[in-house]
């Protein structure tokens, strides 16, 4: 490959990939608080819940962004007759129809649905684990200025 093509061709479709990853982050992450927050009150703190939620989320990420996965790959594979996203887009659908944008899509998402689930909902439960330390490191602190304050009202 070195030979042949020379060193860029070691980062042929880079640009694809970092082009997909950031709507699929986004639109997962998005997705996860909208449909937390629109739950009820009761439900929000469960890992039940979060769980659900994030194959929701995953679900629809993963739905929304996959032709971009499908053009990466394609534009990643050798002798491929696509230079640009915007050149393949249109090529993959002429040649196959939009369902082309989906090839391989039911694999994928058995793949990456409970990877995307999992991260997630481990993504929740750390971070309300990182809010409860808070809420208890305030109290501590609040705790010892008000015996500062005693101790400085007596003396």
Known sequence: MM???????????????LIGIAPYIAVNFCVFDLVKKALPEKYQKRTEASLVTALVSATVATTLCYPLDTIRRQMQMKGTPYTTVLDAFPGIVARDGVVGLYRGF???????????????????????????????FQKIKDENQKKRDEVSVVA
Not at 3 to 17: D, M, Q, T, V
């Open 106 to 136: 039911v694999a994928n998402a058995l793949k990456s649905l409970p990877n995307s689930s999992i991260r997630l909902t481990t993504f929740d439960a750390v971070k309300r684990l990182i809010a409860a330390a808070e809420d208890e």
């Open 3 to 17: 030979k042949e093509e020379g060193f860029a061709s070691f980062y042929n479709g880079l640009g694809p990939s």
